[in-house]
């Protein structure tokens, strides 16, 4: 079993920026890759950015590329995301989750078996 907590998310004025925690527990968190997703109100769930279990790669989705960064600290069992230049698109609940790195492709959110309860943010125009 895995517990993952999310953390930092809030209400900005397009523009700003705010930094996203995961924190997790239960699992050797080295192992997994770590992928954050999105829901929009009235949309599907939708992938943001992952990150390898090293933390050597990383990948998003198109819409976020150049202004959100994800990141991973091993040693904390923690993993993050900075969102700069955050827009009205951008609110939404984010949540964090895990997969064994052999699981099915990054982006796809059936190769999650983990979810933390989500951080709500909200981008004002």
């Known amino acids: 079993q895995v517990q993952l907590a999310e953390s930092g998310g809030g209400l900005v004025q397009a523009g700003g920026s705010l930094r996203l925690s995961c924190a997790a527990s239960?699992?050797?968190?080295?192992?997994?890759?770590m992928g954050w997703f999105r829901q929009a109100p009235g949309k599907e769930r939708e992938f943001v950015a992952a990150?390898?279990?090293?933390?050597?790669?990383?990948y998003y989705t198109d819409s976020v590329k150049g202004r959100f960064t994800i990141s991973r600290d091993n040693a904390r069992n923690s993993m993050y995301l900075q969102m700069n230049s955050l827009k009205p698109e951008d609110t939404g609940v984010y949540y964090c989750?895990?997969?064994?790195?052999?699981?099915?492709?990054?982006?796809?959110?059936?190769?999650?078996?983990?979810w933390g309860q989500g951080t709500r943010v909200t981008v004002s125009s």
């Open positions: 989750a895990s997969k064994a790195p052999t699981s099915g492709s990054y982006y796809y959110i059936p190769s999650y078996d983990y």
């Open positions: 239960g699992r050797t968190f080295s192992s997994y890759t």
């Open positions: 990150i390898t279990s090293s933390g050597g790669r990383a």
